[in-house]
C-alpha cells in the first residue's frame, strides 16, 4: 500500500500512524511531501523546525526499513547533510521507478519528497524574498495537438486551453507558472524554453496622465456589502484586505470574512467586506443572503456558484465581471471540458441589477505584463463607477501601507478606472477586449475548405492538396442528395481529412518551429536580450525514461534553428524511398490511417442515407480523436481504432448485409 502524507500533518500526528504501522508489522510505503508549508489551512511554515535530515533520523528511529529522498534539487545533498544511515537520494524523474523497486519491500518504508510548495515559490517571487527563475516555457500552437499530455504530467493549472481555428490546444499562462518546468515531460514538441528578457507590456505612460473625473462615493445610509469571488493566486484576499483598510482609513466601521477554502491549489475563494458608520450596524463578518450592494466577479466561474449567487439580489448587487475564465481543476481531470461562458454571465445577471464586464486579465497582461493586477484593475473599475464606499484617496493610502508592488498597483488602480471612465480608449490600447476560453465563430465551409486545402499545399504541394479538396467535394455532393440542405457531414470532413492528411512529422515541425510567426509571438510576450531553446526527444539520440519508457527531452539551443529550417525544406522527400523517417513504425501507422481514412469515407457516401447519415458523421470524425505524438499518439490511436470497430459494425442498420461486406 502507498499512503500520501504533507509534512504539516506529520508533525502534529502524522508519525503516530506511521509508528502503529510499524507495530501492526503493515507492508506500507508513506510518501511525504516536504514542501515547507501547510497547505490545507493557508501556507503556514511548520512550527518545530523539522527538516528532512532530521526527518530520516526520526523515521529511521521507529523502525522504518527503507527511507528514500527525493528532491527537486538533489545536489542539495551531495555535501554532508547528516541524513539517516542508508537513506539514499534521487532527482524526481525516478519517483515512479522508486515506487515500483519499494513495492516488493516488506515491512514500512517512506518516501520525502522534498520541494518547495510551489504557491509559496509564486508568492515570495512576487514579494523579492526568492529570485526568479530566467526560463520560461512557452507552447507553440501550431505544433501542439491538444493531447493534454503536459497536464497529465505536471498537473498544473497554468497549462491553460486555447481555442484556435483548428481546434482547443494549450498554452502557458505566464502569470501563474510556478516554473517548475515539468510539463516539458509531457511528449511533445510543442514547448521551447525563452531564457532570459522580460515579460513585455504596452507603454501606458500618456494613457495613465489622462486626466479622470472624481468618482461618487456608495452611500453608506446602511450597511455596504461587498464580494469577491476568485480562486487560489489572484489576490482576492489581499484585494479584501486593501478595500477594508482604506474604509479603515476614512473612520468607518468594517468586518471582513475570507473564506480561502483551497486557495493553496487554485480553488475557490471568496471574501465580505461590510463597511458601516458604527460597529453596531454590522451583526455578522459575512455578507447576509440577498444582501450583497457590490460583486466583484474575478473568476465567472466561482461567481455563479449558488453561495456566491444567494448572498446577491436582482433588486440590490451591482456585478462587475472579470471576462476571462480560468480553467477549473475539472479540466486537469477532462481536457476537453468546455465552458459555457454566455450560460454563466446569464445566472449571475440574473442575480443582478446591473451587470457591466471588462476584461481585466487581458489588460493587466497586456498593459501591466502581469495577470495578477487584474484584481486591482476590477477595483479601480467599481471605484469609477461608483460602487464602493471609499474614496480614491483612501485605496491610494491603503495600497502604500500594504507595501506590496505599490507603484504598480496604483497604476493597475488607474487603469481600471479608466477603463470604466473612458472604455474605448483603453480598449484601443490593448486592440479591442476579448472572450477567452470561447471557441472563435467558425467560418463558413467554402472557406474552410479554401483555408485546409492551402495549408496541405504548403505542407506538401497542390496534387495532396487537390487530393483533399476532391474528396471533400464528392462528400459535399453525396451529402446533398442523400440530405439535401444539411452540410455537417461534409464540415466534419472537412476537418477530419484535413487532420489525418496533414502529419506532423519531422519535416512539418520544424517548418512550424520556425515559422516567422511563431518568432514574432514570442515577442509579443518578451522584450529584451533573451535566447529560445527547443526541447525535443528525438527517437534516436534520446534516452528512456525509466518510468514509462518514452524518449526523454533533450533541450537544443538557438544554434539548432538554421538545421531545422534546412530540415523543413527537405520535406520534398516525404514519403519517397530517400525519406530518412521511413522505417518509423508510427509514420507507417500515420500513413496507413490517412489512405484508410480516405477509402473509408468512399464507402460511407456508397451508402449515406438519412438512416445513417448521424453514424456516418461519427465516423468521419473519429480523426479528430487521435492526438499528439509518439506513445501518446500510438495509445489514442488504438483507442479510436476499437471505437471505428463498433461504429463501422453498426453503420448501416438498413442494410446489414452491405455493412458486413464493406466491414
Known amino acids: 500500500m502507498f499512503a500520501n502524507l504533507g509534512d504539516g500533518t506529520y508533525v502534529h500526528s502524522g508519525i503516530l500512524a506511521i509508528r502503529q504501522a510499524i507495530a501492526a508489522h503493515a507492508n506500507i510505503t508513506y510518501k511525504i511531501l516536504f514542501n515547507g508549508a501547510v497547505a490545507m489551512t493557508g501556507g503556514q511554515g511548520m512550527d518545530d523546525g523539522m527538516d528532512v535530515p532530521n526527518m530520516t533520523h526520526q523515521l529511521a528511529a521507529e523502525g522504518v526499513v527503507r527511507i528514500a529522498v527525493v528532491a527537486e534539487d538533489p545536489s542539495r545533498y551531495q555535501t554532508d547533510t547528516h541524513l539517516a544511515a542508508g537513506t539514499t537520494v534521487h532527482p524526481r524523474e525516478e ?42 516555457p512557452f507552447i507553440n500552437e501550431l505544433v501542439c495537438e491538444g493531447c493534454g499530455d503536459c497536464t497529465v504530467k505536471s498537473n498544473c493549472m497554468s497549462i491553460e486551453p486555447v481555442e484556435t481555428e483548428f481546434g482547443r490546444k494549450r498554452r502557458i499562462n505566464q502569470s501563474s507558472c510556478n516554473k517548475d518546468y515539468s510539463c516539458l515531460d509531457g511528449f511533445c514538441p510543442s ?41 487560489g493566486g489572484l489576490g482576492v484576499t489581499t484585494l479584501a484586505g486593501i478595500l477594508s483598510m482604506a474604509a479603515h482609513l476614512e473612520g468607518r466601521a468594517v468586518r471582513t470574512l475570507n473564506q480561502p477554502g483551497l486557495a493553496q491549489k487554485g480553488g475557490a475563494v471568496s471574501s465580505h467586506i461590510r463597511v458601516a458608520g458604527t460597529t453596531a450596524e454590522l451583526a455578522t463578518s459575512s455578507v447576509p443572503l440577498g444582501e450583497a450592494d ?86 479601480g473599475y467599481a471605484l469609477q463607477k461608483g460602487w464602493l464606499p471609499v474614496s480614491p484617496e483612501a485605496l ?19 487603469l481600471g478606472r479608466l477603463a470604466a471612465a473612458s472604455p474605448d480608449r483603453v480598449a484601443a490600447c490593448v486592440g479591442g477586449f476579448q472572450k477567452n476560453l470561447s471557441p472563435a465563430p467558425s467560418p463558413d465551409l467554402k472557406t474552410t475548405i479554401a483555408d485546409r486545402a492551402g495549408y496541405l499545399e504548403i505542407y506538401q504541394n497542390q496534387y495532396y492538396a487537390a487530393r483533399y479538396r476532391a474528396l471533400v467535394t464528392k462528400v459535399q455532393m453525396a451529402e ?9 457531414l461534409t464540415e466534419t470532413v472537412a476537418r477530419a481529412a484535413f487532420a489525418v492528411m496533414m502529419i506532423k512529422d519531422e519535416y512539418e515541425v520544424a517548418r512550424l518551429l520556425t515559422l516567422p510567426d511563431f518568432t514574432r509571438q514570442i515577442g509579443d510576450y ?47 522527400l516525404r514519403e519517397t524511398p530517400l525519406d530518412p523517417f521511413n522505417l518509423d513504425a508510427l509514420r507507417r501507422t500515420e500513413r496507413r490511417l490517412r489512405d484508410d481514412y480516405l477509402a473509408r469515407i468512399d464507402q460511407i457516401i456508397a451508402d449515406l442515407g438519412p438512416h445513417n447519415h448521424a453514424r456516418a ?29 463498433t461504429l463501422w459494425a453498426n453503420f448501416s442498420t438498413a442494410a446489414p448485409e452491405q455493412t458486413q461486406m464493406l466491414g
Request: glycine share 6%; aromatic share 6%.
Open 95 to 136: 519517483l515512479e521507478s522508486l515506487e515500483r523497486s519499494f513495492r516488493g519491500v516488506r515491512g514500512v518504508t517512506a518516501i520525502i519528497f522534498d520541494q518547495m510548495c510551489a504557491t509559496e515559490k509564486r508568492r515570495m517571487r512576487k514579494r523579492g524574498l526568492l529570485p526568479e527563475p530566467a526560463a520560461r
Open 191 to 231: 514547448f521551447v524554453m525563452v531564457t532570459g528578457g522580460a515579460r513585455r507590456h504596452l507603454d501606458i505612460t500618456d494613457l495613465l496622465a489622462e486626466p479622470l473625473p472624481a468618482p461618487v462615493q456608495a452611500p453608506l445610509a446602511q450597511a455596504h456589502n461587498t464580494l469577491i469571488s476568485g480562486i
Open 294 to 379: 457590490l460583486h466583484l466577479a474575478y473568476d465567472m466561474i466561482v461567481a455563479a456558484r449558488p453561495p456566491m449567487r444567494e448572498r446577491m439580489d436582482a433588486g440590490r448587487t451591482a456585478t462587475l465581471i472579470n471576462r476571462n475564465l480560468h480553467p477549473t481543476s475539472g479540466f486537469l481531470k477532462d481536457t476537453d471540458k468546455t465552458y459555457d461562458q454566455d450560460g454563466l454571465e446569464t445566472d449571475i445577471q440574473k442575480s443582478s441589477r446591473a451587470v457591466e464586464s471588462v476584461d481585466a486579465s487581458l489588460l493587466a497582461e497586456k498593459l501591466m505584463g502581469s495577470e495578477v493586477f487584474g484584481n486591482m484593475i476590477m477595483l
Open 396 to 414: 491610494d493610502n491603503a495600497i502604500i501601507l500594504n507595501q506590496a508592488s505599490v507603484e504598480d498597483n496604483r497604476k493597475a488602480l488607474k
Open 480 to 488: 446533398d442528395e442523400a440530405m439535401p440542405g444539411t452540410t455537417t
Open 526 to 572: 518578451f522584450t529584451g536580450d533573451y535566447k529560445v531553446s527547443y526541447q525535443l526527444a528525438p527517437s534516436w539520440l534520446a534516452s528512456k525514461n525509466d518510468g514509462d519508457g518514452a524518449p526523454r527531452k533533450i533541450s537544443f539551443g538557438a544554434w539548432l534553428t538554421p538545421v531545422l529550417k534546412i530540415l523543413a525544406k527537405f520535406k520534398f
Open 617 to 645: 458523421i461519427d465516423m468521419a470524425a473519429l480523426p479528430l480523436e487521435i492526438r499528439g505524438y509518439g506513445h501518446v499518439k500510438e495509445k489514442s490511436i488504438l483507442k479510436a481504432e476499437r471505437r471505428l470497430q
